[in-house]
């Protein structure tokens, strides 16, 4: 009920004001008056990711039951060669990745599921958003490199190397690091 007087403020100078740059900002000033941030107000925590070192080691172990996974562990492998230190990772059941820009994860918030499908040897990428433009798309192993380069670009902003990692250092005949 402490809202009610401010309220009615805000409802009144909307009357005296006809400025077109007041009224964006009212979601804003409703937010600041429920104590919270407006990009946060419906979201709910799903919990946190684990170091990349964690998140190997967990797909490792997966793979090590189910080799019918390579594909996905060697893609995980190579987004933490090159992106260990702008994405945080965690691996969900059956072998899913989630991937997010922030440590604190949140339920269908700005979260990349990658998931393979070893009997149709093919990944589904899934961005979701808490507005529900959800995007997704299905990729061959040749094509999941590019796929979620182009995710991770698109969607948290962090460019990712054109040629996978692993397929430089085989290029280089094991030499990358010797220069």
Not at 82 to 96: F, K, N, Q, T
Not at 110 to 130: A, G, K, T
Not at 145 to 150: A, E, F, G, I
Request: hydrophobic share 35%; charged share 25%.
């Amino acid at each position: 009920m402490a809202c009610g007087p401010v309220l009615l403020v805000l409802l009144r100078c909307l009357r005296v004001m006809d400025n077109a740059r007041f009224l964006p900002r009212i979601g804003h000033i409703f937010c600041m008056v429920k104590g919270q941030r407006p990009s946060k107000k419906a979201r709910f925590r799903a919990g946190t990711t684990t170091p990349w070192h964690k998140v190997l080691c967990d797909f490792d172990s997966f793979t090590s039951v189910n080799p019918d996974y390579e594909p996905l562990r060697r893609l995980v492998h190579d987004l933490q060669s090159c992106a260990a230190s702008d994405l945080h990772a965690r691996r969900a059941m059956g072998g899913i990745l989630l991937l997010s820009p922030e440590e604190e994860l949140y339920h269908d918030d700005n979260i990349l599921l990658v998931s393979y499908h070893p009997n149709e040897r093919r990944f589904h990428f899934e961005h979701r958003m808490i507005s529900k433009n959800n995007d997704s798309k299905d990729a061959s192993n040749d094509e999941a490199w590019n796929t979620l380069r182009l995710f991770v670009g698109y969607k948290f902003g962090i460019r990712l190397p054109e040629a996978r990692p692993s397929e430089v250092a085989e290029g280089d005949g094991g030499l990358a690091g010797m220069q």
